[in-house]
């Protein structure tokens, strides 16, 4: 059906800067919303930014001014822009889409990626 693959995470130091970007495959008719939430350990999975096909978008409070979402949409990619980035950024870091593909009819569903470790240490 659908795949997202994401790439980008790793060890920065705090203040320092990352780039994500998460790709979407498959039998794709139109993307809605992609976005961006993050899971710390012990901690309930949250929203980080979110980004319409429009472009408009929408950013949890913690990341406010330090993070960018953006999608290109010919390529059906998502990034996620991470600047300043503070020990209490790191987490693993999960691609979310909302799509409409194609499967012997039109169907919208969630998807997900695999998750990427961003680790936000001295």
């Known amino acids: 059906q659908v795949q997202l693959v994401e790439s980008g995470g790793g060890l920065v130091q705090p203040g320092g800067s990352l780039r994500l970007s998460c790709a979407a495959s498959?039998?794709?008719?139109?993307?809605?919303?992609m976005g961006w939430y993050r899971q710390a350990p012990g901690k309930q999975r949250e929203l980080v930014a979110s980004?319409?096909?429009?472009?408009?978008?929408n950013y949890a409070d913690s990341v406010k001014g330090r993070f960018t979402g953006s999608r290109d949409n010919a390529k059906n990619t998502v990034y996620l822009q991470m600047n300043s980035l503070k020990s209490e950024d790191t987490a693993v870091y999960y691609c979310?889409?909302?799509?409409?593909?194609?499967?012997?009819?039109?169907?919208?569903?969630?998807?997900w990626g695999q998750g990427t470790q961003v680790t936000v240490s001295s």
């Open positions: 979310n889409a909302d799509v409409t593909y194609l499967s012997g009819g039109f169907y919208t569903d969630d998807f």
């Open positions: 980004i319409r096909s429009s472009g408009s978008t």
């Open positions: 498959g039998r794709i008719f139109r993307i809605n919303t």
